[in-house]
Each structure stands twice: as C-alpha cells, then as structure tokens.
C-alpha cells in the first residue's frame, strides 16, 4: 500500500466575495487512490475540488488564500501555467460540457494540443480507447462525427468522463460524474474508476454513500466548508468518529 | 446520536420493528429456560414437552428476524450504528436460538431423567445455575436494549460464575458416578444438562460482546479468563 501523498492542502480558504465557503481545510490526499468527498449541498465539495486545478481562477469573485501543493509543488504559485496544471490535473464537472464539436474532437482535442499522438492512426487508437474507458464506445462508434452536444445528457456525461481520461492526466477530479447515469453505465464509471486507480489518483464528490463506500479508499466529509471529518472508507462508513458524520451517512436530521 | 430520527421515518420503524422481535425471541427464551429448570427439579414431564414444542416459536422468530434483517439491508443500505445495529440484531438472534436449543435439550433430558431414580444434593445446584443465567440474559437484552455498556460488562463478569458453577457440578457429579456405576446413566444426563446451562452462559457473554460492538464500533477486550477447567482437569486422571 502506497502511502505517498499526492495532494497537499494547507490552511485553505475560499471566499466568494463575502461568502466563506471553505474554512481553513488541510488535506493529505493519498497517490494512486481514490478519495471521496460527501458532505451536504453547500457544504463545499465542488469548491474544494475546484481548487485542486485552479478552476476557481476563472470565477471572478472568487479568493483562494493557504497552500495547495502537488507533489510538493505550490500549484497557486507564480510559475505555475494553469492550462498545463489542468493537463495534469483533469476534471469531470457536475454538469457535462462537451465542446460544441464532433464526439470525436471532443475527446481528440486535448491529446493533440498535447502531441500525444504521432499520427492520425495513433490519434483514432486513443480515442476509441478512452471512449472505450468511459463505457460508451458501442453507443458512439458509427456516429463519432455528430455533434457531442446530441447525446443524451447520460451518454454526454461518459463522453467527458472519456475526454478527461484521453490525455492520461495524473489526477482526476470528478465532480458527480454519476449524476445523470443509469445504474449500469453508474457501474461502468465506477468500473473505470476502480481501473484508474492502478496509475492516477482520483478525487470523486458524490451524494451517493454506496457509491463513496464502493469506489474510494479515503473519505472527507465535509459540512459548512469544513472538513469534520477524513479518514479511511471503511472506518468512516462502519464506524465514524464525529457524530455529525454518522448523521449525515446514516441519513439522519443532523 | 441514535436517538436522532431518520429522514426517512420507515427506516426507523424497520429498526425498531426487527428490534421488537429480538426482545420477543428474548422473553420466550427466558420462559423456556425458567420452565426448563422447574420441569426438572420438579420432574414435571408435562411442562417438559411443552419447553420441547415452544422451541418451534423460538426456531421461527429466528428466521423472521433473518428474512427482516436481509431486507432492511437490500433496501436501506444500512452504514456505521445502523449497520452495526443490524448486525448484531442477526448474531444475537443467533445467539438466542442456540439458547432455546439448549432449553429444549434440556426438556427432553428431563423426560428420560424423570424414569430414573433421583440423584440427590444436585438438583438445588444446577436451579442456582440456571437462575444465575437467566437474569445474566435478562441484563443483557436490558443491556442491549438500552445500549449500557457499563451493565454488558457487568453481565460478562458474572459468566465466571456459571463456569465455577459447572466446575463443581463436574465434581460431584464424578463423584457420584463413582460412589455408584448405577448412578452413571442419570449423571451423564445431568452433566450434559449442566454443560448445556454452562454453554447458555457463553451465549449470553457473546450477546453482551455485541452490546460492546454496537456501542463503541469495537469487541470487546478478551480480558475475561474461562473459568471452566475440566477440560484439563486432572481430577478426572486420578480415576
Ligand atoms: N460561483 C459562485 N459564486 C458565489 N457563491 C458560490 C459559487 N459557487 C459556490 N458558491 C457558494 O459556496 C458554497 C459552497 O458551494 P459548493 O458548490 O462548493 O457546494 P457543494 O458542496 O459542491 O454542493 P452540491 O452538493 O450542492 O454540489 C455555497 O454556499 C455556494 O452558495
Ligand atoms: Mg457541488
């Protein structure tokens, strides 16, 4: 077992303009594991991950002070590029987003601003495989030159769940990248998710406490954008430390 | 933090509903027992045979609470104190079950005994021990029930008792076997029946086990040494 820390999170506030939404969390998050955040709408799960790729720069109001580092490196420093973090550093958001493009482009885009095929063979085999990965190559494969905006809202989800994982980022952020999915492309994701795990680290926000104890190996819970309470999934769904844990994953008024 | 309500209120019945049925399985156990230990200080074989036919109710709650248990857990995914209380609901019905085969064991020996001459001096012995066992179950399904921790263990220490109880009987038991081989017949029934008493002990320190497991998420720690020595006994060696 690999105990190498990925993602290091120290002191970290989020404000948007006066609302305090993430209170001065830290966070060690495991290499080549799956964590999950829950916690209650609100709470600050989407916020927190946001962080994790600077995706909160692109929101104007929004201020993120303390340290977040990736393999020891200061993500918010200088230096840092935020589109090569977000190469690093990929992300499937609570809502799918395909660009308005061909399913295809969709998922060739990102490995060929990065170079990472040689040739048009090369590019055809990452796609079909990443697809493949996201569980909806049968689905797509005789129509992967319509519009990725023309799939179901299920099927849109896999689709970016495939562009995500097609330039083999280091990390993958997923934010209920369920959310939309039936029960069997649910088991698909997680599936996939389970396959990642052997070379990336995952962070997953879910609502589904099933689905937090079946995927990861580490959970946060997180309530009024602090981090009550974080450890292993095994310990925190059988036998949590904090109350307004138990309260929350037992489904009780907290 | 478990007397909070759930969201979804029929989860709570549920609970409450398997958990009414291991408090019935208990009262009837308790009744089996009690009825037991009289029928045979009294050799009554009548109330014997009843213990013998009650056993069924005991045998279907069993059941009952098994086919409950597996649907709350189909249905409501049940985590951390639910999980545990479901759980332990299964292991204590387990438990209890056990407890009733014993009582019914119990019953039949005393028809059998019943045909045979009395052995005396052991009958007041083996009632105390029965006795002892079944107010120890009656505090641990309190226990239980109110999630007491501090009685659960009380309860677990009492069990020494019964195994110095049983050690005693062991003895005499011998010693009147050996006093008079025509005695052996009814003092192995009489033996079996103590083991049995003894065993009902053990069940009882695993409910209370549970009590532990429910309340704090762990086992308890085995720092309760078994007083039942006759398995190295030597007295029996010097035969
Ligand atoms: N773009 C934004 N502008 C202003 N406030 C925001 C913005 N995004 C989030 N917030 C606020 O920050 C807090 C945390 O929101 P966040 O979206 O991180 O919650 P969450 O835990 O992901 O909830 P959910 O489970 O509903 O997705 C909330 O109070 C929310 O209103
Ligand atoms: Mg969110």
């Not at chain 1, 994701?189 to 589904?208: A, G, K, W």
């Not at chain 2, 062991?170 to 065993?199: G, Q, S, W, Y």
Request: proline letters at 3%; charged letters at 25%.
């Amino acid at each position: 077992m690999s105990k190498e820390i990925k993602i290091s999170a120290q002191g970290v506030d989020v404000f948007y303009g006066d609302t305090h939404a993430i209170k001065n969390v830290d966070l060690e998050i495991e290499n080549k594991a799956v964590t999950a955040f829950i916690g209650p709408s609100g709470c600050g799960k989407s916020t927190f991950l946001r962080c994790i790729n600077r995706m909160n720069d692109t929101i104007d109001i929004c201020r993120v002070t303390g340290d977040i580092l990736l393999e020891g490196q200061d993500i918010y420093a200088k230096s840092v590029d935020p589109v090569q973090l977000r190469a690093r550093v990929g992300m499937v958001f609570q809502k799918p987003n395909p660009f308005p493009k061909s399913i295809y482009d969709n998922v060739a885009y990102g490995p060929t601003i990065h170079g990472l095929a040689k040739n048009k063979a090369e590019l055809d085999e990452i796609v079909e495989q990443s697809l493949r990965r996201a569980a909806i190559w049968d689905e797509v494969k005789d129509r992967l030159h319509q519009p990725g905006t023309g799939l179901s809202g299920g099927q849109q989800q896999r689709l970016c769940i495939g562009r995500a994982i097609a330039t083999a980022p280091e990390v993958l952020l997923m934010d209920e990248p369920c959310s939309a999915l039936d029960p069997i492309a649910t088991a698909q994701v997680e599936e996939l998710i389970d396959d990642l795990r052997q070379n990336y680290t995952v962070v997953i926000v879910t609502h589904s406490m099933q689905q937090a104890a079946r995927v990861s190996q580490k959970t946060a819970f997180f309530h009024l954008g602090n981090v009550v309470e974080y450890g292993d999934t095994n310990k925190i769904f059988t036998n949590p430390e904090d109350s307004r844990t138990e309260s929350y994953i037992t489904g009780r008024i907290g | 933090m478990m007397d909070q309500e759930h969201i979804a209120s029929a989860f709570d019945r549920d609970l409450e509903g398997v958990l009414a049925l291991i408090m019935q399985m208990g009262g009837l156990v308790e009744t089996a027992i009690s009825d037991a230990a009289r029928a045979l200080e009294m050799r009554d074989t009548e109330l014997a045979d009843q213990v013998r036919r009650n056993d069924k109710l005991i045998d279907a709650l069993e059941e009952q609470v098994a086919s409950e248990v597996a649907r709350v857990i189909a249905v409501r995914a049940p985590t951390a104190g639910d999980l545990r209380t479901v759980l332990s609901v299964l292991k204590i019905s387990g438990n209890l079950e056990r407890m009733g085969d014993y009582a019914k064991n119990l019953g039949k020996r005393t028809s059998v005994l019943s045909e045979m001459p009395a052995i005396t001096g052991t009958g007041g012995a083996l009632r105390r021990m029965t006795q002892l066992v079944n107010v120890m179950l009656k505090d641990a399904l309190d226990a239980y029930i109110q999630r007491d921790v501090d009685l659960a263990e009380d309860v677990r220490q009492r069990d020494s008792e019964v195994d110095q109880m049983y050690n005693a009987l062991f003895r005499e038991f011998l010693t009147h076997m050996m006093e008079d081989p025509r005695n052996i017949t009814a003092c192995m029934h009489l033996h079996f029946i103590a083991k049995n008493v003894e065993r009902m002990g053990d069940h009882v320190t695993s409910i209370c086990e549970q009590v532990v497991y429910l309340v704090t998420g762990d086992m308890p720690d085995e720092d309760r040494e078994k007083q039942d020595r006759t398995s190295t006994d030597s007295a029996l060696g010097k035969v």
